[in-house]
Structure formats: C-alpha cells, structure tokens
C-alpha cells in the first residue's frame, strides 16, 4: 500500500465503480466522494460527498488524504456553462484544497479529446500541443495546465492520464485504438502512484492495442506496463459495425464523433 487515506473523485461514475473496489489494494482507506448520495461505505471505505464547484465543500472532500484520483467531472461534451462549474472551478478548487492540506501526488483523469484534432493517421506523443475537440476536451487542457503550474509553483506532483475508452469493450471500430480496460487502468493509476518521481506527466491512457495513434515513451518513468489488448475483440467488433464514411469527420480525426458533438 502506498499510501493511507485515498481520496477518488466520481466514485459513482462508470469508472469510479469499476476502480472501487481494485483501488483497496493501493490504501488503508479509500475515501470515495462524488455530487450525490450513491449508497454506503463499505469496509475499508469512507464517503464525503461534494459539489466539485462548491470550494467549501472540496475543501472538506481532501482534507486529511494523502493523494487524490480525481475522476469527477463532466465526462462528455456538455454546455460550457456546466463544463466550467463542474471541470474548470472544479480542477481549480480540487488542487487548492490539496494545497491547503499538503496533498502531494494527484492522478488526474484527462482524455484522449485534449488531442482529438490530430487525424488519425498521425501518431502523437504527449509533446505535441494540445488540440481539443470540445468545451470537454478544452477543460481537460485547462485541468492539465492547471496542475503543471501547481508542480512548477508548489511541487504537486500529478500524471495527467489521457484515458482513452475506457469500458468492458470497445464499442466501436475508432475503440479498437483508443481502448483500456479496466484492469490497466488500474494498473496505470497504481504505477502513478507509486512511481518514486512521478514530476508533472502527461501519459495516454491505452491498453496493448495492434493500431494505436499515441506514443507513450515520454511517460516510460511511470512504469506502466499493459497486460491487455482490443485485439481479442476485432474481428466481433468489425463484424457488428458498419464500414465508415471516410469523409465523416468522425472518422478522420482521433476525437471521433467528439469533433462535430454539439451540447
Ligand atoms: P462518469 O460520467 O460515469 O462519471 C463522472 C462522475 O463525476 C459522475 O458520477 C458524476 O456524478 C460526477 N460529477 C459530475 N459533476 C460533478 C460535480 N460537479 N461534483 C462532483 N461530482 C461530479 O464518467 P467516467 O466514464 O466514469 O469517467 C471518469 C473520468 O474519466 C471523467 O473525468 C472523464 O472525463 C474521464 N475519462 C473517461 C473516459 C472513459 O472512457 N470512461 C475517457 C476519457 C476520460
Ligand atoms: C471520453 O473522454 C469520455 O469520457 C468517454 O465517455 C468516451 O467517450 C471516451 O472519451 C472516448 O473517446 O471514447
């Protein structure tokens, strides 16, 4: 265990349930948080519930936690006004708390749609400059803007880690590059965790797929290694999805339907 009291962030959210019960093994006690009451602690297990664009109740959120993965917010394209509340004063009073309190290392859940501009015929490496495809994916930069200028400043260390898909399957063909399963995802948060130098990182969240579109050597300190691969599931995959339109912007670019999704 790496460290005592845990704190996550969208704990009622598809991937905080899919992270409950694997994120024991990295803590003594795991503090779930997310807006609205979603049942009760179990062992090991304690809830705080918080608005993220309530600074007040953030702040009562991260106190007494030694490290933060932050997976609450809005997770696809939504009104600015609600993406700024939930994602941008979130980001920003999630990271003052941890400030106040000394929290060192975050895990922060960014995505594949700070990128999603790049075409996907293009390999990208985590130095490329951001291209988002949504108020969604802008947010996502902010947050990790946000979170280099609280290591620069106070020495917060945070892996932004742009999750791909993360879902039981892929979904469609476009999931066939971008997908993570579960148990990586896992795997790339523990290594988060407890890699002994971990700086400001940006690092691709992505499972061992044949077709990729992102390069992860500048993450290589992180020590992730994935176990998993979308290529199991291709050829049923193919089978159930249509051929797409090559003119179809969705198609063409690593966001997908992202790039053209209005609120
Ligand atoms: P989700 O939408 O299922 O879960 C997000 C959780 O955040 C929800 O339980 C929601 O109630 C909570 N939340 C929203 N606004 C809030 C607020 N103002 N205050 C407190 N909590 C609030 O999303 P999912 O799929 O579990 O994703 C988790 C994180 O990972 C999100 O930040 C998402 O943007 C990111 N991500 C997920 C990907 C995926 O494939 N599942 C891909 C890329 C990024
Ligand atoms: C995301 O950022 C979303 O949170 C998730 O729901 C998926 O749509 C994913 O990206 C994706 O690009 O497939």
């Known amino acids: 265990k790496?460290?005592?009291?845990?704190?996550?962030?969208?704990?009622?959210?598809?991937?905080?349930?899919?992270?409950?019960?694997?994120?024991?093994?990295?803590c003594t006690v795991l503090r779930l948080s997310d807006k609205s009451a979603f049942g009760e602690a179990l062992p090991g297990e304690e809830i705080v519930l918080a608005d993220l664009a309530n600074a007040v109740?953030?702040?009562?959120?991260?106190?007494?936690?030694?490290?933060?993965?932050?997976?609450?917010g809005i997770s696809v394209e939504a009104p600015f006004e609600a993406i700024l509340q939930a994602n941008i004063l979130g980001v920003y009073h999630l990271y003052e708390a941890a400030r106040k309190h000394g929290v060192k290392r975050v895990v922060f859940a960014s995505s594949n749609h700070v990128t999603g501009f790049y075409k996907q015929s293009e390999t990208i490496t985590a130095d490329h400059p951001a291209r988002p495809d949504s108020y969604y994916g802008v947010s996502k930069a902010f947050g990790e803007d946000f979170s280099r200028f609280y290591f620069d400043r106070?020495?917060?260390?945070?892996?932004?880690?742009?999750?791909?898909?993360?879902?039981?399957?892929?979904?469609?063909?476009?999931?066939l590059a971008t997908w993570l399963s579960f148990d990586d995802l896992?795997?790339?948060?523990?290594?988060?965790?407890?890699?002994?130098?971990?700086?400001?990182?940006?690092?691709?969240?992505m499972s061992d797929n044949a077709v990729t579109w992102?390069?992860?050597?500048?993450?290589?300190?992180?020590?992730?290694?994935?176990?998993?691969?979308?290529?199991?599931?291709?050829?049923?995959?193919?089978?159930?999805t249509p051929a797409p339109d090559l003119n179809d912007p969705a198609a063409i670019y690593q966001g997908g339907g992202f790039v053209k999704a209005t609120p």
Not at 57 to 72: F, K, N, P, R
Not at 186 to 205: D, E, N, Y
């Open 2 to 26: 790496t460290h005592h009291r845990l704190l996550l962030t969208g704990a009622a959210g598809g991937l905080g349930t899919a992270l409950r019960e694997r994120l024991k093994a990295n």
């Open 186 to 205: 896992h795997r790339l948060i523990s290594a988060c965790l407890s890699t002994p130098v971990l700086g400001h990182s940006i690092v691709f969240g």
């Open 214 to 240: 992102w390069d992860n050597s500048r993450a290589r300190h992180i020590g992730y290694v994935p176990q998993d691969s979308s290529d199991v599931f291709r050829e049923a995959v193919f089978a159930r």
């Open 154 to 175: 106070y020495g917060i260390e945070t892996a932004c880690v742009r999750i791909g898909s993360s879902f039981p399957e892929p979904r469609d063909r476009r999931m």
């Open 57 to 72: 109740e953030v702040d009562a959120m991260v106190a007494g936690c030694d490290a933060i993965v932050h997976l609450g």
